[in-house]
């Protein structure tokens, strides 16, 4: 299949789970998991590399790059908002953060996963491209990152809605952080549908946490050693 | 029609209008040796567009609301890149699966406790 008709397929896929879902409200048909399973068939299948598929998947994952810049309309029209509750926000967005790394690299290590492994996991919390920069940094494999980054955005859909049916949650803010912070790009779409200022929230985070990680990257190296 | 895939002509040139800030956002990441992706310095060029009042936020509305809704798509790609790691496809995948959930857990769990704890006890929760 060409390139073109890789492209088309993901489209396809999309657009095929994303209808079933919206009938059924299954998770396990969200389209974030059926069409990359679908496809991870159709390339096992067939033989096909992964490479050969990405250069028909490359450019639907770079619109991933005008969607990040599209967050500014969101913060924007929240910003009195978002300035007046900077405590709140501050104080998760550090706990958040602390506990992403932290919890991630201990897991891994219990889960038996290797030290490249762990460290490949540790920035997985954050948005892809800002964590595979960090995974870098530390001295991971960026390419396994993007796949933990994929599967806490997947299970956090998950544990994200049930968390904010059950937690007796009065304020949105905790609503919306806590779905950036826990599940960064499909946490926030989550979080737009629960409301717009969740979902400013929620992306604002999302973008700080990424970026607070990036700049905290070489002190965590440090800590960590050498590979 | 909210549903619909393709977008209507106005949308898709108000998602085209993102654009512009992408590129200037990727090309100063990149000739400044930024340690940040372009996209992100493209949304502080838009930010600051947008508070200097050179562009208005009804010219990209509609445009940032179909990306937003279509984002999931735009994921699957990386999503797919999991067949390269075949490590992952036996009993390791499942632990670190159960590392990932049992993780981001923690992580929803404790920050929405910190910003409500906090919201609270500034009286506006």
Not at chain 2, 68 to 83: D, K, N, T, Y
């Amino acid at each position: 299949m060409s390139a073109a008709g890789w492209a088309a397929a993901t489209v396809a896929l999309y657009a095929a789970a994303r209808a079933l879902y919206r009938r059924s409200g299954a998770v396990f048909l969200s389209p974030l998991l059926l069409a990359p399973a679908a496809l991870v068939a159709l390339l096992l299948g067939f033989h096909v590399p992964y490479a050969r598929y990405m250069q028909g998947g490359e450019p639907l994952g770079r619109v991933l790059g005008p969607v990040t810049v599209a967050f500014a309309l969101p913060l924007y029209r929240q910003r009195s908002l978002l300035r007046r509750h900077a405590v709140e926000l501050g104080a998760g967005l550090l706990v958040g953060s602390l506990v992403a790394v932290s919890s991630s690299l201990a897991l891994a290590w219990a889960a038996g996963l290797d030290g490249v492994a762990a460290r490949s996991m540790a920035p997985r919390s954050v948005t892809t491209p800002l964590a595979m920069l960090a995974a870098s940094t530390l001295g991971g494999v960026p390419s396994l990152t993007a796949v933990f980054v994929i599967v806490t955005g997947l299970v956090g859909i998950v544990l994200g809605r049930l968390i904010v049916e059950r937690l007796p949650l009065r304020s949105p803010l905790a609503r919306g952080a806590l779905l950036g912070l826990g599940a960064h790009g499909a946490g926030t779409a989550e979080a737009m549908q629960l409301g717009a200022l969740e979902g400013a929230v929620a992306g604002l985070v999302m973008i700080c946490a990424g970026l607070l990680l990036l700049a905290g990257a070489p002190a965590l190296r440090m800590v960590l050693g050498a590979v | 029609m909210r549903s619909l895939l393709l977008p209507s002509a106005r949308v898709a040139l108000q998602a085209g209008l993102l654009l512009p800030f992408w590129a200037a956002g990727s090309l100063l990441s990149a000739k400044l040796h930024l340690p940040v992706p372009g996209a992100v310095v493209g949304m502080g060029l838009l930010l600051g567009a947008l508070a200097l009042g050179l562009v208005r936020a009804e010219w990209l509305e509609e445009g940032a609301e179909w990306l937003f809704r279509h984002m999931l798509l735009f994921f699957i790609p990386a999503a797919v890149g999991v067949v390269d790691h075949r490590e992952l496809f036996g009993g390791a995948g499942l632990r670190a699966l159960a590392a990932v959930a049992a993780s981001t857990a923690l992580v929803m769990l404790s920050t929405g406790a910190a910003v409500e704890w906090f919201a609270r006890r500034r009286g506006d929760a």
